[in-house]
C-alpha cells in the first residue's frame, strides 16, 4: 500500500502545445533539487482558464512522448486526457489522493499560476490535497504581497523554509524552488512555425518534437 514512506509524487500540468524544453527542463531541476521524486507531466484536455489547445489531445500526447526520450526520468500522467469535462487540477488531485491516501502530492506551479489560483476551481482544496512547489517564471516577480488577501493569508500558514514536509506530509504545504530561468514560450514557437520561420524554434524544443510537429502539419507548417 502507498503510503508517506513512499516518495513524492510531483506534477506539473499544462496544454504542453507544443512541448519544449522550458517544460522539460523545468520538471527535471525540480525533480533533482527534491530528489528523491516521481516527477510526471500533465496535460490538459480541456483548460479551464484558457482557449483550447492548437493542437489535438492525440497529437500533444505523441508529441510528449517522444520529448520524454530525452529525459527518461519523467513520466506523463494522461488521466485528463481521458477524462471528460474541463481539467480541473482538483479533481486530478482527488483522484491521485483516493489512489494513495499517505502519499505526498506535490503540484508544481509558476509564479504567474500562483497569482492567479484563487481563480481556480475548488482551490483551497488543492493546498488541502497536495503541496505547492512554487518556482519563478520569467517575467513573473513573486511578491508575496501583491497575493490576493485570502491566498496570502494561506501562504504565511503554509510556508516553509524548506522542503522537508514534502517528504514528510501527504499535502498543505508551500515551498519555494529556485530554477534555472527557461524564457521559452509555446505561444512564440507556434507564431514562429505558422509564419513558416522553422529556423527560429531549432533548439527551443527536442528534435524529434519538431519532425513530428512538421510531419503531421501542425501549427501551420
Do not use: C, N
Not at 130 to 135: D, I, P, S, W
Request: hydrophobic share 45%; proline share 10%.
Amino acid at each position: 500500500m502507498s503510503g508517506a514512506g513512499e516518495r513524492p509524487l510531483a506534477l506539473l500540468g499544462g496544454t504542453f502545445d507544443p512541448v519544449h524544453y522550458g517544460h522539460l527542463r523545468l520538471a527535471d531541476e525540480v525533480r533533482r533539487a527534491l530528489a528523491p521524486l516521481e516527477m510526471r507531466l500533465v496535460p490538459a484536455r480541456d483548460p479551464p482558464h484558457r482557449g483550447a489547445p492548437s493542437a489535438g489531445a492525440a497529437d500533444r500526447l505523441a508529441m510528449l512522448r517522444l520529448a520524454i526520450e530525452e529525459f527518461p526520468a519523467l513520466r506523463i500522467d494522461e488521466r485528463e486526457l481521458l477524462r471528460a469535462g474541463k481539467s480541473y487540477t482538483v479533481l486530478t488531485l482527488e483522484e491521485l489522493r483516493a489512489e494513495a491516501p499517505q502519499r505526498p502530492l506535490a503540484l508544481v506551479l509558476g509564479a504567474d499560476a500562483l497569482l492567479g489560483l484563487t481563480a481556480w476551481h475548488r482551490w483551497r482544496q488543492v493546498l488541502d490535497l497536495a503541496h505547492l512547489v512554487v518556482v519563478a517564471r520569467p517575467g513573473t516577480r513573486l511578491a508575496i504581497d501583491e497575493l490576493p488577501p485570502q491566498l496570502r493569508d494561506e501562504w504565511q500558514g503554509r510556508v516553509q523554509p524548506d522542503a522537508g514536509p514534502l517528504h514528510r506530509t501527504p499535502a498543505g504545504s508551500i515551498v519555494v524552488q529556485p530554477v534555472t530561468p527557461q524564457p521559452i514560450s509555446a505561444t512564440a514557437i507556434r507564431a514562429a512555425l505558422a509564419r513558416r520561420a522553422v529556423s527560429d524554434v531549432r533548439g527551443l524544443l527536442p528534435p524529434r518534437v519538431l519532425t513530428y510537429i512538421e510531419t503531421h502539419r501542425l501549427y501551420g507548417t
